[in-house]
């Protein structure tokens, strides 16, 4: 019996806790309940601002190659290390080339020889021709042979010369002074010039200026100009942000998937070496920027009052409209705005003034949704 009347004492507070909170989501709010959510209108600045993604690079990146081919011998310089113009970076294996080189030597000889010998044999055969022994034809012949050892004579001396650059080539050195960013060959390895210069070493002129490759849509592209501010971070100090200057727009576009983009350059200063070559740059253009004016949240200017069904109020306002709270509701207020930041809109008219209250949300159906989610969660 005792059982009986527990059951029957549980099921009645189950059916009450039900109706309990059946009650409380569907309860009205009180009269003079908090609808709202203010914010008073202030004073600050802005910044308007577009942002875009970049790449930093060194101000002057050399590519240092190889006009021949050949096996690598010797290597003078590694990652980071700092060098001068004229300084010996490595060294490829000249024994061909000087082998190549005595050939050419032994070719200019033996044409001299030859070009010795015409030479003597003209003036025999011109004595001859003043004595007529000999035609005037024969001697013709003579001169083009003559001429002939000399074209060689002069053939042999080029490649003489070209296969002593050749040998002065195996020594690859810096054409500028710098740091060595990347070394893309190795002791031992074998590198062919033959269809394409191949690329041993990247060397940067100076760290201590590097440029920003931006590329900026083309929406944006109309409010950049030569020598606007850029301010930016990079992933590895987001704590930091650094500043430059736009160098340079570039007229040609890139087209991807039928969006187009503009590559822009952007002058900065690296005097700590803060900065590294290939680092991702978030890039923030300054467009305009405005101390001190009167502004309200964004989400100000978005808020619209609600109805008793929930649909929105109808508006006949033209323009800009916040909303002020006044007697515990929503006026309507058209209002004139200037630059944006994204969180903060200047107002440029005396409609509103400083510390006016202004709608930026409504909380009955944010309430609304606690309660009838406190009803499912039972």
Not at 273 to 295: C, E, H, S, W, Y
Request: charged share 20%; hydrophobic share 45%.
């Amino acid at each position: 019996m005792s059982i009986l009347r527990s059951k029957k004492f549980l099921i009645i507070l189950l059916l009450s806790a039900i109706i309990f909170f059946f009650w409380q989501g569907n309860e009205k709010p009180e009269a003079g309940a908090d609808q709202f959510r203010t914010q008073a209108v202030d004073r600050g600045d802005i910044i308007q601002t577009i942002s875009a993604n970049g790449t930093l690079t060194p101000l002057v990146l050399v590519n240092v190659g190889t006009q021949i081919s050949g096996t690598v011998i010797k290597l003078h310089v590694n990652f980071n290390d700092q060098v001068v113009t004229g300084q010996i970076l490595a060294e490829l294996d000249p024994a061909l080339l000087k082998a190549q080189l005595a050939q050419s030597k032994a070719n200019q000889l033996s044409s001299s020889v030859a070009l010795s010998m015409a030479e003597n044999k003209l003036r025999r055969n011109q004595s001859l021709q003043e004595k007529g022994f000999i035609s005037s034809e024969a001697l013709d012949i003579v001169e083009q042979e003559l001429d002939a050892a000399n074209a060689q004579h002069k053939v042999s001396r080029a490649q003489v010369t070209r296969d002593q650059a050749n040998i002065d080539y195996s020594v690859i050195k810096s054409p500028i002074s710098g740091v060595v960013i990347a070394r893309d060959v190795d002791l031992g390895q074998t590198v062919a010039a033959n269809f394409q210069t191949p690329v041993l070493f990247q060397i940067a002129n100076d760290l201590s200026q590097m440029l920003i490759n931006i590329s900026v849509a083309e929406a944006d592209i109309g409010q950049l100009h030569i020598g606007q501010q850029v301010n930016f971070t990079v992933d590895a100090y987001q704590d930091l942000q650094f500043t430059g200057a736009v160098k340079q727009v570039r007229l040609n576009p890139t087209i991807q998937e039928n969006v187009v983009t503009y590559n822009v350059i952007a002058l900065v200063n690296n005097d700590e070496g803060t900065l590294l070559p290939g680092m991702t740059a978030n890039v923030r253009f300054i467009i305009d920027q405005k101390r001190a004016v009167l502004r309200v949240p964004n989400a100000a200017l978005r808020y619209l009052p609600q109805s008793t069904d929930g649909a929105a109020a109808p508006i006949k306002l033209d323009g800009p409209v916040v909303y002020k709270l006044e007697a515990g509701k929503p006026v309507a207020v058209n209002v004139v705005t200037g630059i944006t930041d994204g969180n903060f809109t200047e107002i440029t008219d005396t409609v509103i003034t400083e510390n006016d209250l202004i709608i930026v949300r409504e909380t009955i159906a944010e309430e609304k949704s606690n309660r009838n989610f406190r009803v499912r969660a039972f």
